[in-house]
């Protein structure tokens, strides 16, 4: 694990920020996620420095996933700084912009965390203030919010990017209206947290919207906003993209189906698009003349495959490391294809012992099965995901004074 460290003695000069008492203790450590920003970097540690009151005990982390020269640059800006400065250098970037906010919400020390970007449209003289607001609500979240009275989203260039935020807004608090209540700005990347209300084994973050993950996965008690103008970037590219879309979509369906029930009624939806490819199927290989049954056989496996590329990347992509991927994929199979071999049973049986109709015999098979499946798949294909080995994540260690 990299480690740049600056410990400048020093002071402060209490800055003119809002005129909010930070009680006291009030420790702070900010935990900035960085990729290539290089040039950003010099300009964020001197807000930081301009904005911090000297009451106010700060340290700066950031985790980095850069692949230019980021963390030289950090480690030189360092020694300008009046407060420790730390650098978690990822060789791999695990769960993105989010698993690198998890690694530095590890790292932290102070009794408050304030998550910010590193591109500057984050102010970081909002940073007493939301400490303050946390302290005085005994909040365990506070959120720098773009949709409240007295916010902005101006720093959002082109109203594209402004469509897709509101849009993702939308979609985020109607998939979690109760985990999302008191949070108009689920899509911020500027926060403060209170570690006792961090359970970072919990976190599985994909992407960069790490503020949704813990609002739903950690659920602090108590959440209170304020409200900030986004800032244009400093310099540089924004790093959205339409994988970064894509990789947000998967992981609103991971969040949503973390219960049993969601995973179930998931599954079942997975399973009932699988029909698509399997009657495509029968009907092409019936067409080119072949016999119905041995087409049904072969046209089922085009729904089973279809159905397991869609359970392994929207139900179970957290389970996957369990087993390798033909291992998952031939269990999978056999599983479904188990599962026309056990209805027809289950169909004379409900018939002739139950005395039910064939159309309620054939549902209640159909039923029987589909819980059957999905526990079976739940258990031998997707067991519960074992923990990282230790040596898993490779990184580099280096100081500086």
């Excluded at 970097?41 to 230019?68: G, H, K, M, N, Y």
């Excluded at 020390?109 to 500057?120: A, E, P, R």
Aim: hydrophobic share 45%; net charge positive.
């Amino acid at each position: 694990m990299s480690s740049f460290e600056s410990t400048v003695p020093g002071e402060l000069g209490d800055p003119a920020v809002r005129a909010a008492e930070v009680p006291e203790p009030g420790a702070v450590t900010v935990v900035v996620p960085t990729f290539n920003e290089s040039a950003n970097v010099r300009q964020l540690l001197r807000q930081i420095t301009e904005s911090v009151p000297a009451r106010l005990p700060c340290e700066v982390v950031f985790v980095d996933d850069s692949t230019d020269d980021t963390p030289e640059v950090i480690a030189e800006a360092a020694r300008d700084c009046p407060f420790p400065v730390t650098v978690l250098h990822r060789e791999v970037p695990e769960g993105g912009l989010g698993g690198a906010v998890v690694e530095g919400l590890k790292a932290a020390t102070s009794q408050w965390i304030v998550v910010m970007d590193g591109d500057c449209q984050h102010p970081p003289s909002l940073i007493p203030e939301l400490i303050a607001t946390g302290e005085r609500t005994h909040a365990g979240l506070v959120v720098a919010s773009r949709y409240v009275k007295g916010g902005s989203r101006e720093g959002l260039a082109g109203g594209y990017r402004i469509a897709v935020s509101r849009g993702a807004t939308w979609l985020t608090k109607a998939l979690f209206p109760r985990r999302l209540r008191g949070i108009s700005d689920p899509m911020s990347g500027f926060f403060a947290i209170r570690r006792s209300a961090v359970t970072a084994e919990v976190l599985r973050p994909l992407g960069y919207k790490i503020l949704l993950e813990l609002a739903v996965r950690s659920r602090p008690r108590r959440v209170t906003e304020v409200p900030f103008v986004f800032q244009d970037r400093f310099a540089g590219e924004s790093k959205s993209t339409a994988a970064e879309g894509l990789r947000f979509l998967r992981h609103l369906v991971g969040l949503r189906t973390a219960s049993p029930v969601a995973r179930m009624t998931v599954f079942g939806l997975i399973g009932a698009t699988g029909f698509v490819p399997n009657l495509l199927g029968l009907y092409a290989l019936t067409a080119a003349g072949l016999h119905y049954l041995p087409a049904e056989v072969l046209a089922n496996q085009l729904g089973v495959a279809w159905n397991f590329l869609l359970v392994e990347h929207l139900l179970f992509r957290e389970r996957r490391e369990h087993r390798g991927a033909w291992d998952r994929a031939g269990r999978f199979a056999l599983l479904a294809n188990a599962d026309l071999v056990l209805r027809i049973p289950l169909i004379a049986l409900f018939v002739r012992h139950l005395g039910t109709g064939a159309l309620s015999a054939t549902a209640l098979a159909l039923a029987t099965t589909f819980v059957l499946r999905f526990a079976a798949t739940e258990a031998l294909v997707y067991l519960p995901r074992r923990a990282s080995r230790s040596g898993r994540k490779s990184r580099t260690a280096r100081r500086t004074a």
